[in-house]
């Protein structure tokens, strides 16, 4: 049974920082597809950074490419999203789901869906302007 726990989250101003966590157990991480989701207020979930392990590729999201950066510590089985340069937009409820069935071309993730996944509980990111 795969468990996900998420941490780190909080509150700060626009252009600050903040690192997630995601502890996972009960899958093969080092070779997962799984990432990182986010529901702002009022607004469906949407996905915003995923990861393909080995080597497999990478996601982001327009609105969080050159901010955010994803990465896996395999020894931990922890799956880390730094975030940079927050901005209020940026506000909402991250969630880490495992696995993800992922499609990968040219070393970057093309399609992923959610379907069979277990997700975390969450954390919340407010970012005050």
């Known amino acids: 049974q795969v468990q996900l726990v998420e941490s780190g989250g909080g509150s700060v101003q626009a252009g600050g920082s903040l690192r997630l966590s995601c502890a996972a157990s009960?899958?093969?991480?080092?070779?997962?597809?799984m990432g990182w989701f986010r529901q702002p207020p009022g607004k469906e979930r949407e996905g915003v950074a995923i990861?393909?392990?080995?080597?497999?590729?990478?996601y982001y999201a327009d609105s969080v490419k050159g901010r955010f950066t994803m990465s896996q510590d395999n020894t931990n089985k922890t799956l880390h999203l730094q975030m940079n340069s927050l901005k209020p937009e940026d506000t909402a409820k991250y969630y880490c789901?495992?696995?993800?069935?992922?499609?990968?071309?040219?070393?970057?993730?093309?399609?992923?869906?959610?379907?069979?996944?277990?997700w975390g509980q969450g954390t919340q990111v407010t970012v005050s302007s």
């Open positions: 009960g899958l093969t991480f080092r070779s997962a597809c």
């Open positions: 990861i393909f392990g080995l080597g497999g590729g990478t």
């Open positions: 789901a495992a696995p993800l069935s992922c499609t990968v071309f040219a070393g970057k993730i093309t399609q992923y869906t959610s379907t069979d996944s277990s």
